[in-house]
């Protein structure tokens, strides 16, 4: 008797199987548009130079790779929570906000949805349609009810009266899940101005919000990034995030990142955080230290952190500035004023707009490989193949 003859094949993850595809092509031209990884012009994706000099140090002065803890290295929760809160936050001063270290965002974002089952059970989980389509399996995964509101329309646009309509019907006290900034896929932020009126919804409603935190440093600046979290941290009792240093730190293998929590008071704060350390003994035990122990070597050095905080800003620059050179590389076709969202839209990714056969085309005959959606990750491409990759989507737009 064969135990497995019952398994079913499954297809492949549809954006980390973009990176096997893309390795197997032998066209010298290829061009990855797929998985969110920052490429700087040599096509790598580089360790920062902050991230190195604390790796070095480490190597010198670790004295011991004991177990960190329910909740991870201390000295990283404590300057990752202020890098997310602010540094003057009220609500850490107070001990009403804490972070759990977990392995990358995606611990973080397995954390809040196993909290969310087994402490508050019976409330379901709203996302934006489109998202990231982790969020999708992770949370029903984790045996959340998953529903969705509106976020971009089949023309590729922000609906945003379709989204706060919709949330105004969300049941009480389930939970949202907003994307800080550079919402992932679609690039498409909202305002300040449109955050503040969901705020007032989700309070209306009684929801909870879950913040994803996933490109801080990617859409304005670090501190500019977090105003909606702070903001709702700041107006509402209690609020859940989820923080990546996959990005902001180029620390994707690392898997660093944390759940921050707030709460009404300090006492509950306890009480929530004795649940996420049970719940994470059961998912990965305690999590993997070196990565949180760069970034904390990173935070509590002034002059480190300078050295980041410019490597972080100059992502950020070179990613609008692509955006920028791909509508001007798109000018001689015609195509600029058609894909102008994609220099507004923020972070590392752009629904482009393009259909699943187009991006089919533009890997079949181009050896340009991007999600199936029309996520393009802009922050893959590089200065000197954006004519390349304009002549290449005008083909297939033609
Ligand atoms: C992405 O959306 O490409 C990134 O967040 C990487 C991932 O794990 O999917």
Not at 215 to 240: K, S
Request: hydrophobic share 45%; charged share 20%.
């Amino acid at each position: 008797m064969s135990h497995f003859s019952g398994v079913a094949r499954v297809p492949g993850d549809p954006i980390l199987g973009l990176i096997d595809a893309y390795r197997s092509d032998p066209n010298p031209q290829k061009l990855d548009l797929g998985v969110g990884v920052y490429k700087d012009p040599q096509g790598n994706t580089p360790i920062l130079n902050s991230v190195k000099i604390a790796e070095r140090y480490l190597v010198d002065s670790e004295t011991s790779k004991s177990y960190i803890g329910g909740h991870g290295d201390p000295l990283f929760t404590q300057h990752l929570a202020r890098l997310v809160m602010g540094a003057d936050s009220a609500l850490l001063n107070e001990n009403r906000a804490g972070a759990t270290q977990t392995p990358g965002g995606t611990g973080a974002l397995r954390l809040a949805g196993d909290f969310i089952r087994y402490c508050l059970p019976g409330r379901g989980i709203w996302l934006s349609d489109p998202t990231w389509p982790i969020h999708e399996t992770l949370f029903a995964a984790a045996g959340l009810k998953v529903s969705h509101y509106p976020y971009v329309d089949a023309d590729n646009r922000l609906v945003f009266d379709a989204m706060l309509a919709a949330l105004r019907q969300i049941p009480a006290g389930d939970v949202v899940l907003l994307h800080a900034c550079c919402h992932n896929p679609s690039g498409f932020d909202l305002s300040q101005t449109q955050w503040r009126q969901v705020l007032e919804v989700v309070r209306e409603r009684e929801l909870l919000p879950l913040i994803d935190f996933a490109y801080q440093g990617f859409a304005e600046g670090l501190e500019a990034d977090a105003w909606a979290v702070r903001l709702f941290a700041a107006e509402l009792p209690e609020v859940l995030i989820t923080s990546s240093c996959s990005k902001n730190f180029g620390l994707y293998r690392e898997r660093t990142g944390a759940l921050v929590v707030t709460c009404a008071s300090a006492d509950k704060l306890v009480d929530v955080r004795s649940q996420l350390a049970a719940i994470a003994r059961n998912l990965w035990s305690t999590p993997p230290a070196h990565g949180a122990a760069v970034v904390a070597q990173i935070l509590a050095d002034e002059s480190l952190k300078l050295v980041w905080q410019e490597e972080v800003q100059a992502m950020r620059v070179r990613i609008a500035q692509l955006r920028q050179g791909l509508l001007t590389a798109l000018q001689p076709y015609g195509l600029a004023e058609r894909f102008a969202h994609i220099g507004s839209q923020r972070g590392m990714f752009s629904y482009t707009g393009l259909s699943a056969e187009q991006v089919k085309r533009l890997r079949d005959e181009h050896s340009i490989y991007m999600v199936s959606t029309g996520r393009a990750n802009v922050a893959g491409m590089d200065e000197q193949r954006l004519e390349y990759l304009a002549a290449a989507i005008a083909k297939v737009s033609a």
